[in-house]
């Protein structure tokens, strides 16, 4: 019996994993955020932005990526992020 449910249930909770690793991935993408970061640098480099614009994004930024970092290391034990 337990070999039957295994069996008829392995591709719903495959899909399952699936999508939950491609949510966290999306949900705590480091890359993008140290793209913005350099997007927000760059802003302020060539005067698009001021300072006190600038630092508070780029303080935004920093958290969103410290916050993501550790969310992403914690859940790395549980779910496999493909690249």
Do not use: C
């Not at 449910?5 to 999508?19: A, E, K, R």
């Amino acid at each position: 019996m337990f070999l039957l449910d295994d069996i008829l249930l392995w591709p719903i909770t495959n899909v399952v994993d699936v999508l939950h690793s491609l949510a966290v991935q999306e949900m705590y993408d480091t890359e993008s955020i140290q793209s913005d970061l350099k997007e927000n640098q760059l802003l302020y480099e060539i005067g698009e932005r001021d300072e006190a614009e600038y630092e508070r994004e780029r303080a935004r930024l920093e958290s969103e990526l410290d916050a993501a970092e550790r969310a992403r290391e914690r859940l790395s034990d549980k779910v496999v992020v493909q690249r």
